[in-house]
């Protein structure tokens, strides 16, 4: 078994090979992925957020690192969707406008997929119309948005209120999440859900498809 704290230091230095070469090691001696994922590289992402605030890190360390982490995930994410079943209800997920951060986005969508639900991923950068267009096109019924920045979580209110405006927001479940936001910020903006990680994402869409 491959010493899992040089995956933590792996993905904080921004070594992608090496980060990518003990994730391949630890899954083919049994390591269950989100063991990977939750216990080792999210605190790394965790550390790196918190030397970049320190100015002990700027933003091409931060590049790096988000490097590593995504080579990792790249092999981890067909497991995760892996485990799914039957969909359980169509999912538009996104980050939004103005947000370029994808990576706790990218996980939510890989788990809600392992989770048995159709995922259509908007990206990043997602406009209150897009995600609209979704609901109206595709026939979304949950909508998942993601920020990570506390300048880009106004952008979730405004979608809820576009949602309201197009006369659309009682065909879905709106769940959000990201670093910066609470359950309070949600019942704030009548977000139907929050949840402060990807597992949680997956109980919560179960649960609105459920009510
Ligand atoms: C990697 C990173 C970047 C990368 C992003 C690469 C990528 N492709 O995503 C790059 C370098 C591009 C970047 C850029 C910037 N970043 Co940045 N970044 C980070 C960092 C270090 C890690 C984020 C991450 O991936 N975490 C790991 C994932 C797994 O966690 P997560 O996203 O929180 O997701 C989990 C949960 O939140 C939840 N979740 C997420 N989404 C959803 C959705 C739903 C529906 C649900 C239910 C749950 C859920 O589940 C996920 C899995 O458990 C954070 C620090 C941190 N610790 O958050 C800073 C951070 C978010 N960035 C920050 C800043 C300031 C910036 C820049 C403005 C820097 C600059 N000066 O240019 C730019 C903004 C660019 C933009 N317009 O978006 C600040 C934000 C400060 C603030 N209060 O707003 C942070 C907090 C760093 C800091 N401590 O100062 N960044």
């Known amino acids: 078994m491959p010493d899992l704290k040089l995956l933590y230091e792996a993905v904080v230095n921004g070594d992608a090979k090496a980060s990518l070469a ?11 992925p989100l063991i990977l994922v939750n216990e080792h590289m999210v605190p790394a992402m965790d550390e790196v957020g918190r030397r970049f605030e320190a100015n002990e890190f700027f933003v091409p360390e931060l590049l790096i690192a988000a490097r590593a982490m995504k080579a990792s995930l790249e ?23 103005g947000d370029l951060h994808d990576i706790g986005k990218n996980l939510v969508a890989s788990l809600l ?29 949950i909508i998942a948005m993601s920020a990570l920045l506390t300048t880009t979580m106004p952008a ?14 009682d065909r879905v479940k709106v769940l959000i999440g990201g670093a910066p936001i609470t359950q309070k910020y949600a019942d704030e903006i ?6 402060e990680n990807a597992v949680g994402a997956v109980a919560l869409a179960k649960k609105a498809v459920a009510t």
Do not use: H
């Not at 003990?22 to 269950?32: F, H, K, M, S, W």
């Not at 994410?77 to 406008?97: E, F, Q, S, Y």
């Not at 991923?121 to 979304?140: R, Y």
């Open 22 to 32: 003990i994730t391949q090691q630890a899954l083919a001696e049994g390591v269950d």
């Open 75 to 97: 092999v981890i994410r067909p497991l995760l969707i892996a485990r799914g079943d039957k969909p359980a209800g169509r999912v538009a997920i996104g980050t939004v406008k």
């Open 113 to 141: 997929e392992g989770g048995g639900f159709e995922v259509i991923d908007l990206g990043v950068n997602v406009t209150p119309e897009k995600f609209i267009e979704t609901v109206n096109l595709k026939q979304a019924n």
């Open 156 to 169: 979730m209110k405004s979608t809820i209120e576009a949602l309201k405006s197009a006369g659309v927001r």
């Open 190 to 195: 009548g977000a139907d859900g929050y949840s």
